[in-house]
C-alpha cells in the first residue's frame, strides 16, 4: 500500500476497538523534546490502518513528533469531528504541516477543472487546521506528449494553481514518483521536478524530495539534494526496499542528515515509512527521530 491509498483505510471507531487503546502506547514517559530546533512530522497514512484521528495524533506525540500529515478525510469529517479533532490537535501541539487533495495529471489542461474544484475543496479544511502546504505528484503522461510538452504543460499548470492558491497563503510541492511504482508517472525523478519548478519560479511552488522514491528510480541523492535545496520545501524519509525505517536497508540515511544540517535546512523532515516486521511503531518512530537528530549534530 502506498500514500495514494490513504483515503481507502478505514477510520472508524468500529475498527479502532480492534486496536490498543491510546494509553496502552503511553505507558513509556511521553518524549517532550524541542527536537534540536529541527521540525520532524509523520505521514499518517502510514500509521495503523482503522486508527482515528486523534489515536494517529497521540502516537505521533508519544513519539516525539510536533508535526503530521494527512490526506484529504478532512473533508468528510462532520461538525462534532471537527471539535474534537481540533481540541486534540490544540492539546498535543501538533502541525499539520502538509495535506494531499488529490490526484490530477498536471500535464493534461483538460484535467484543469478537477485540479481546481479538488483545490477548492481541500482549501477551507487545511485553513482550519493551520496547513499551509499540499503536496502534489505530476500523476499520468498524457500519450503521445513530448518531454517538452509535457514539461510545458506541468509548469503552466503550477503557475495556475499557484495562482489560485496566493491569497490563502498556501503552497504546493511537486512530489516525483518513481516508475517502479507507477509506471505511468509524469515526473518520476526531482531532477525534472527542480527544473519544473525552477522554470514556475514561484515561491509557492517547490519539491517534495522523497528520497526512498528517488534512490528507487535514480540514486544520487545528496548531490541533487545539494545543488537544489533552495527549492525543496519538504523531505520525506524512507528506507530501500520495503518502505521501512532508516538502517533497515541501503540508503546511509546518517549523511543526507548531515547533509539537510549543513545546508540549513529548516522545512519539515517527514517520516513516511512502516516499521520493519516485528518492530513497534512508537519506539521505531521515536528512535528515527533521535537518529536524525543525532546525525545533523555531527554537521
Request: with cysteine.
Amino acid at each position: 500500500m502506498n500514500r495514494r491509498d490513504f483515503h481507502k483505510l478505514s477510520l472508524g471507531a468500529a475498527a479502532a476497538t480492534l486496536l490498543p487503546t491510546t494509553s496502552a502506547w503511553s505507558e513509556a514517559p511521553r518524549t517532550v523534546a524541542d527536537n534540536d530546533g529541527h521540525k520532524f512530522s509523520v505521514m499518517l497514512w502510514t500509521l495503523p490502518k482503522g486508527l482515528t484521528f486523534a489515536q494517529q495524533l497521540q502516537m505521533v506525540s508519544d513519539a516525539g513528533y510536533t508535526g503530521g500529515e494527512v490526506g484529504n478525510e478532512y473533508e468528510k469529517w462532520t461538525p462534532q469531528q471537527w471539535k474534537e479533532n481540533l481540541a486534540i490537535k490544540e492539546k498535543l501541539g501538533i502541525t499539520i504541516d502538509s495535506a494531499v487533495p488529490g490526484r490530477n495529471a498536471l500535464a493534461d489542461k483538460s484535467k484543469r477543472d478537477a485540479l481546481t474544484a479538488d483545490l477548492k475543496r481541500a482549501i477551507p479544511g487545511a485553513k482550519e487546521l493551520g496547513c499551509n502546504q499540499f503536496i502534489y505528484t505530476a500523476f499520468t503522461r498524457v500519450e503521445g506528449q513530448s518531454p517538452e510538452d509535457k514539461r510545458a504543460a506541468i509548469v503552466d499548470t503550477l503557475k495556475y494553481a499557484a495562482d489560485l492558491l496566493e491569497k490563502d497563503n498556501i503552497e504546493i510541492v511537486l512530489e516525483p514518483i518513481d516508475l517502479l511504482e507507477y509506471k505511468m508517472e509524469a515526473v518520476p525523478s526531482v531532477a525534472e521536478a527542480f527544473e519544473i519548478t525552477r522554470l514556475v519560479g514561484s515561491p509557492r511552488i517547490k519539491v517534495l524530495y522523497d528520497f526512498y522514491h528517488e534512490q528507487k528510480q535514480a540514486g544520487n541523492l545528496i548531490e541533487k539534494l545539494t545543488r537544489n535545496v533552495d527549492q525543496v520545501g519538504l523531505v520525506h524519509i524512507a528506507d530501500v526496499p520495503g518502505r521501512h525505517e532508516p538502517g533497515t536497508g541501503e540508503v546511509f540515511y546518517t549523511n543526507i542528515y548531515k547533509e539537510l544540517a549543513r545546508l540549513k535546512y529548516d522545512r519539515y523532515i517527514c517520516m513516511e515509512f512502516s516499521p520493519a516486521p516485528g518492530h513497534e511503531w512508537v519506539p521505531t518512530l521515536r528512535k528515527a527521530r533521535e537518529e536524525a537528530i543525532a546525525a545533523m549534530k555531527q554537521a
